[in-house]
């Protein structure tokens, strides 16, 4: 009974098992890019497990590893940006807000003609969209 036992729990395992891989053979750059990628919310963990095919079973332990290695030199290059990067980098920011605010008021008035053309269609009968199909 013993060794039917342990036989079941090899079979079992072996569906488990995965190969060793070295982590050490990933270069540094993409080390540090992934850390990147996973501290700037662009890339979850399970995303890069997938993706990069990293261990299941260690995956996350590996890329704590490297956040600790790498993130404080992230940060720190990002605190190097020349004053002609920053204030780039802030145009840049500006012009999305304003780009945001555009499209929110763009959004408002879709909904805003959508209803009134409803209400005409309800109230006045009239047939104000286009049917669809070849001929109208």
């Given at each position: 009974m013993k060794k039917?036992?342990?036989?079941?729990?090899?079979?079992?395992?072996?569906?488990?098992?995965?190969k060793?891989?070295?982590?050490?053979n990933y270069?540094?750059?993409f080390?540090r890019?992934?850390?990147?990628?996973i501290?700037?919310?662009?890339?979850?963990?399970?995303e890069?497990?997938?993706?990069?095919?990293?261990?299941?079973?260690?995956?996350?332990?590996?890329?704590?590893?490297?956040?600790?290695?790498y993130?404080?030199?992230?940060h720190?290059?990002?605190q190097m940006m020349?004053?002609?990067?920053?204030?780039?980098?802030?145009?840049?920011?500006?012009?999305?807000r304003?780009?945001?605010?555009?499209?929110?008021?763009?959004?408002?008035?879709n909904?805003?003609l959508?209803?009134m053309?409803d209400?005409?269609?309800?109230?006045?009968?009239l047939?104000?969209?286009?049917?669809?199909?070849?001929?109208?």
């Amino acid at each position: 009974m013993k060794k039917r036992n342990e036989s079941m729990l090899t079979d079992y395992m072996d569906g488990f098992e995965e190969k060793t891989v070295n982590y050490s053979n990933y270069e540094v750059s993409f080390r540090r890019w992934l850390v990147a990628q996973i501290d700037a919310g662009n890339m979850s963990y399970q995303e890069a497990r997938e993706r990069f095919s990293l261990s299941r079973f260690e995956y996350k332990k590996i890329i704590k590893r490297w956040q600790e290695r790498y993130s404080d030199e992230i940060h720190i290059s990002l605190q190097m940006m020349s004053a002609k990067e920053r204030t780039d980098h802030k145009a840049l920011e500006k012009r999305i807000r304003e780009l945001e605010k555009q499209l929110e008021r763009a959004q408002m008035k879709n909904v805003a003609l959508n209803t009134m053309i409803d209400i005409a269609e309800n109230d006045y009968k009239l047939e104000i969209r286009k049917k669809s199909g070849p001929k109208q």
